[in-house]
């Protein structure tokens, strides 16, 4: 008899939460550090307090421009990491990303995620700190290798249609998450049809596609890992 292989991501290590890891691209090449500073402590303090019932150890700013936190869930994780590289971005800051499966052993720090140990933060670490890869969205899931493959693959092609859009074309996708079409038109001073001749141009339904067949996969290995 042919022996069944284990079913998909139930060969992943327990997990008790999401960790959320990322850095700052290309901060040395800013012409004002300061400005630079007070915009990256003001995007993370605004995710803190956006996805406060999420977080369970705040993101922390760990080396002048990098960051980490916990998070309750992967799907939770996943949406700090959508909103505050959103926040960045329109704020023409580039940012990287890693999202996390980690066991924690040691006492959850609720005021700052510094002093904590367990299987999966080093990996996340290292996978943050691989400075050839511009993917701006990764991954760590212990045990199974192909299926972060496969979810990096989604975050590079997010990363490309990022790379790609115009000033305009940004503030639109972007803001088409919280708006519908007819007043951001009219509050961006343009017609109805160029708004949506720059969604199609910037590849709104793709992105959104993409972002939620992610959300779909964070939901489904959350309930694998029985994290909430």
């Not at 990303?97 to 510094?114: D, I, K």
């Amino acid at each position: 008899m042919l022996a069944h292989a284990a079913p998909l991501i139930e060969t992943l290590p327990a997990a008790t939460h999401a960790v959320v890891m990322g850095d700052l691209v290309s901060s040395e090449d800013t012409a004002s550090v300061e400005a630079l500073h007070s915009r990256f402590n003001a995007a993370v303090q605004w995710a803190n307090e956006a996805h406060g019932p999420s977080i369970v150890s705040p993101l922390t700013i760990t080396l002048g421009d990098e960051f980490q936190g916990l998070c309750a869930s992967l799907k939770g994780g996943l949406g700090v990491v959508r909103d505050l590289r959103a926040q960045l971005l329109a704020d023409g800051i580039g940012c990287r990303f890693v999202l996390g499966a980690v066991r924690l052993e040691t006492p959850v720090n609720r005021a700052r995620a510094w002093n904590m140990m367990g299987p999966g933060l080093a990996g996340s670490r290292q996978r943050l700190g691989d400075k050839r890869d511009v993917n701006a969205y990764r991954f760590e899931l212990r045990g199974e290798p192909e299926l972060q493959a496969l979810m990096e693959a989604v975050g590079a092609s997010l990363t490309q249609i990022e790379d790609s859009w115009t000033d305009r074309q940004r503030e639109v996708v972007l803001a088409l998450r919280a708006e519908s079409a007819a007043p951001l038109a009219e509050r961006l001073g343009m017609s109805a049809q160029t708004l949506y001749k720059i969604r199609r141009a910037g590849r709104f339904d793709l992105y959104e596609r993409q972002w939620a067949a992610l959300e779909a996969m964070a939901g489904r290995l959350d309930r694998a890992l029985g994290l909430r």
